[in-house]
């Protein structure tokens, strides 16, 4: 029988069991640079088959919230090295989450304090994270002004540019594009954040273009076995709703079906909320059907809400890999736990954004 406790194969990863570090978003790298502590922190999570970095800004302009990392600097990248470092030399295996936030942005954070881009210059009705004095405040994003077609190349040579230094130079197994939650290439997939009137909106086909395009030059540059992806079909997150998503996702994944990615990262429900959305009813298997019978291999991975048991259930059913989030920040032995059927520690929302060691690398481990 499949458990989570299995070695799994994703593409060109090879992962020593079915249970993933899910990106989190901790605000502890001052001017985008990864720090000593973060190396500390990922190594000491390396137990996991697969760790996702937090997400990972891969310019300046997809930059959205403070002290967020970034893969745009040789400084940034010599700090993720040392992450790199410090995860393979206790066996574990790490990807980059590569992020863009579009309009989920303020100007402070901006090249030349400009507008936030996006596909339509519609305002997120969302927050984000600005630190005052060590204390994050959260912030009303600022009023995007809309990309011009002309600027897309840009964009999707910016994430391939990233993806390669990401492997090339800092190490990385992998990256996993970040197509979810409702920042630049989410914004473009759904209905309520574009608007636009050229090849990159309206029909499915149109808002899918950009996601298919970056994700093809980050295969291209990597290789697909190299490359996961992350899509939330129905989450509110961020403001960002779709007439029909069903329809929508399943051309996505077929798209990316020759891709033969490594992985698919599949949020089910509202990100960090209820797996079950009244007003937006989602069939998942059916978009793992259409993913399969358009031939992707790529694992199945799915996230929101799991524990052991949902987790074991979803394995059995066929899921490939299980990615755990908030289970992570608390519990750096999460494998070893699960394993056990050991308590789990429970994580302090006080200490998830911003800070020091505190709330990060100071929970404890089984004796
Ligand atoms: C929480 C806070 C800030 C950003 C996401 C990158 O939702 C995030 C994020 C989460 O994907």
């Not at 973060?38 to 919230?65: D, N, V």
């Not at 936030?116 to 210059?121: D, E, F, K, Q, R």
């Not at 519609?122 to 995007?144: C, N, Y």
């Not at 129905?234 to 077929?254: G, S, W």
């Amino acid at each position: 029988m499949r458990t989570l406790f299995d070695p799994v194969q994703a593409g060109s990863l090879q992962l020593a069991n079915r249970v993933v570090m899910a990106p989190l978003t901790r605000n502890r790298a001052p001017s985008a640079v990864p720090t000593p502590l973060m190396a500390q922190y990922y190594a000491q999570r390396a137990g996991a088959g697969l760790l996702i970095t937090e997400a990972t800004a891969i310019s300046h302009q997809g930059q959205g919230y403070a002290d967020v990392p970034g893969l745009y600097g040789s400084d940034q990248l010599d700090g993720w090295k040392n992450v790199t470092r410090a995860v393979h030399g206790k066996g574990g295996r790490i990807v980059v989450q590569l992020w863009h936030v579009g309009r989920v942005s303020h100007t402070e954070l901006q090249p030349g304090g400009g507008q936030p881009v996006a596909p339509s210059a519609i305002t997120a009705r969302t927050k984000t994270v600005l630190i005052k004095d060590g204390v994050p405040a959260f912030v009303e994003t600022s009023e995007p002004r809309a990309l011009r077609a002309d600027e897309l190349p840009g964009i999707v040579h910016a994430y391939a540019a990233a993806a390669r230094n990401a492997v090339e130079t800092a190490g990385f197994d992998g990256v996993e594009m970040h197509g979810a939650n409702g920042y630049l290439l989410d914004q473009f997939l759904k209905t309520s954040s574009n608007r636009r009137e050229d090849d990159y909106g309206g029909s499915i086909e149109n808002r899918a273009r950009l996601l298919l395009e970056a994700t093809r030059a980050v295969a291209d540059a990597v290789g697909g076995g190299r490359t996961g992806i992350r899509l939330s079909p129905v989450t509110p997150a961020n403001d960002v709703n779709d007439d029909n998503p069903q329809a929508l996702f399943e051309y996505v994944v077929r798209q990316l079906a020759p891709l033969q990615l490594a992985y698919l990262h599949i949020i089910e429900g509202s990100t960090g909320g209820p797996r079950e959305i009244a007003d937006r009813p989602f069939d998942y298997e059916a978009l793992k059907r259409a993913y399969r019978e358009a031939g992707g291999k790529g694992a199945w991975m799915v996230n929101n809400g799991y524990d052991k048991a949902l987790a074991e259930q979803a394995v059995a059913q066929g899921a490939d890999l299980v990615a755990f989030g908030k289970p992570y920040i608390a519990n750096p032995d999460l494998v070893e736990r699960l394993r056990q059927g050991a308590a789990l520690n429970a994580p302090d929302k006080a200490t998830f954004y911003g800070g020091g060691a505190r709330g990060y690398t100071d929970y404890p481990a089984l004796a």
